[in-house]
């Protein structure tokens, strides 16, 4: 059973250019959540999905950035136009089902923006 | 807002030694309290998960306390070993979906 899985590890991008981080979860796992971390900061909540469903995006940047759970296929976290700013760790994290709280990282994303 | 502090944010120790990291938080009223332990370049691996109505749980060498009135916890690791090197982040859950993380505590164990 393969632990959850992020792709790229890590992701160079322009200022202004799509940037598009993939997380599938572990087998069984239908809830997602994705993760911001900053240099010498923790990480932060962006966004929880299920499948097909958006839950709670309170932590989502209300412009350029989006994410999807599709019923088939990994999540995509988008972040379009990227700035400098952007430049994080994006973490991807499963568990699977509403009471089972104990949640499964994946290795992250290195998002650098030049 | 919750708030979680991690104190202190860098701890070099002998090997064989006992310690104590700490975490703090500012809303008592949490769901659950997890420790990760996160190494350089990778994903955070869940370590202990404490629940509101439990005040400890213990894995192996680990113990994690938790005061859920005074706004802490503690992980306590016996007899450290160098593999003990890590991150050590403290999350506490305000419901059942949202886990607001400390900054950490970078161990360092030395041979």
């Known amino acids: 059973n393969a632990g959850v899985m992020q792709n790229p590890r890590h992701l160079v991008r322009r200022r202004g250019q799509e940037a598009r981080l993939r997380c599938s979860p572990m087998k069984g796992h239908s809830h997602v959540y994705w993760y911001r971390q900053l240099p010498e900061e923790g990480l932060k909540f962006m966004v929880y999905?299920?499948?097909?469903?958006?839950?709670?995006e309170s932590g989502m940047p209300k412009e350029r950035f989006s994410a999807e759970f599709p019923k088939e296929g990994p999540s995509i976290l988008r972040i379009q136009q990227v700035v400098r700013g952007d430049s994080a760790a994006y973490f991807c994290?499963?568990?699977?089902?509403?009471?089972?709280?104990?949640?499964?990282f994946g290795s992250g994303t290195q998002l650098s923006v030049l | 807002k919750q708030e979680v502090t991690q104190i202190p944010a860098a701890l070099s120790v002998p090997e064989g030694e006992n310690l104590v990291l700490n975490c703090s938080f500012t809303d008592s009223a949490i769901y659950n309290l997890q420790w990760f332990r996160q190494d350089p370049g990778k994903g955070l691996t869940s370590l202990l998960l404490?629940?509101?109505?439990?005040r400890e749980q213990t894995s192996g060498r680990l113990n994690a306390s938790l005061d859920k009135s005074s706004g802490r916890s503690t992980l306590y690791i016996a007899a450290s070993q160098p593999g003990d090197s890590a991150t050590y982040l403290c999350a506490v859950a305000t419901g059942a979906n949202n886990l607001f993380f400390g900054t950490g505590t970078r161990l360092t164990v030395i041979p």
């Open positions: 404490i629940q509101s109505s439990q």
């Open positions: 994290a499963s568990h699977r089902a509403q009471g089972d709280e104990k949640l499964f």
């Open positions: 999905l299920q499948k097909e469903n958006i839950i709670d």
